[in-house]
């Protein structure tokens, strides 16, 4: 057997030149668990194995260093925060994601980097909403179970869409509830059966924050609460509904930042992960 190191990973070949049935293009879990079962039929040696393992675990492209081996310790690649960034820049990182991942998401993206994303890439797919771009060539199968998004008001959605669209792409199967916040508790009560049944809650409100406590005391699911910016003055840009909700008086609430759809989104595909023993 032969390594060559190239742009797109570790390729692995006989000593004929042929390529072997293992490809270790980037060091996804997948491509790793490839590579040990070839050890152990032992078409790949153990020096072999080692090397590739021990290959750079970034790519180094000027101005950023991708995380290659992000799938292989996250069970998803390096996520793109488009925020900050130039368009050219953008591209340049989805690009070298792709040339070793079969998918790749990109949040908070404009609606220029979306432009610069869309011209570049043919599969790529924006959720205009949610603010996020994705890119797959073979979408994940949905695993058991499935992810609730709710949310109080429809000023909430682009925040509960960043969520939705994270938990889609890394393989869940998403219900969205939406405007269905404390000021009508009747909206809520009749989606009742459907959020009893989810796996994991994903709860967004903006305002006082008050429908996380509420939906934790209905359920005996796990419930990641998000406080958005949403709301009137005394709102203090998502200050006040984040501070209620981490006083929660409901059990099992989890908070994560302001806006954070993204955070819940990826922690609530982590959950429902490890209830189909992933992980």
């Given amino acids: 057997m032969n390594l060559l190191l190239t742009g797109q990973g570790i390729s692995i070949f006989t000593r004929d030149g042929d390529p072997a049935s293992c490809i270790f293009n980037g060091v996804t879990t997948a491509n790793a668990a490839k590579l040990l079962e070839n050890f152990r039929k032992g078409t790949v040696s153990l020096a072999e194995t080692l090397h590739a393992f021990q290959a750079a675990p970034v790519a180094d492209i000027g101005f950023a ?4 081996h992000r799938a292989l310790r996250k069970g998803f690649p390096e996520v793109i925060y488009a925020a900050g960034k130039t368009p050219d820049q953008v591209v340049k990182i989805a690009g070298e994601l ?3 991942e079969h998918r790749v998401l990109i949040t908070r993206v404009s609606v220029v980097q979306t432009r610069a994303v869309l011209k570049k890439f043919k599969a790529a797919v924006s959720h205009e909403s949610a603010r996020c771009i994705t890119l797959e060539k073979s979408p994940l199968p949905k695993r ?6 709710l949310c109080a008001g429809t000023s909430d959605m682009p925040v509960a869409e960043e969520a939705a669209v994270t938990a889609d792409i890394m393989g869940n199967r998403v219900e969205r509830i939406y405007d269905v916040g404390v000021a009508g508790l ?4 009749s989606k009742l059966e459907l959020i009893q049944n989810a796996s994991v809650l994903v709860v967004v409100a903006g305002m006082e924050g008050a429908l996380p406590s509420v939906v934790a005391g209905l359920v005996n699911k796990p419930v990641i609460a998000v406080p958005t910016s949403v709301g009137y003055g005394a709102n203090m840009a998502g200050l006040t509904p984040l501070f209620g909700m981490l006083n929660s008086c409901g059990s099992g609430v989890t908070v994560v930042n302001i806006d954070n759809g993204f955070g819940a989104g990826y922690a609530a595909s982590q959950i429902n992960a490890l209830c189909n023993g992933e992980l």
């Fill in 98 to 100: 792709w040339k070793r």
């Fill in 186 to 189: 009747h909206r809520l009560l």
């Fill in 65 to 68: 260093q991708v995380d290659t």
């Fill in 144 to 149: 058991p179970g499935f992810i609730a998004i």
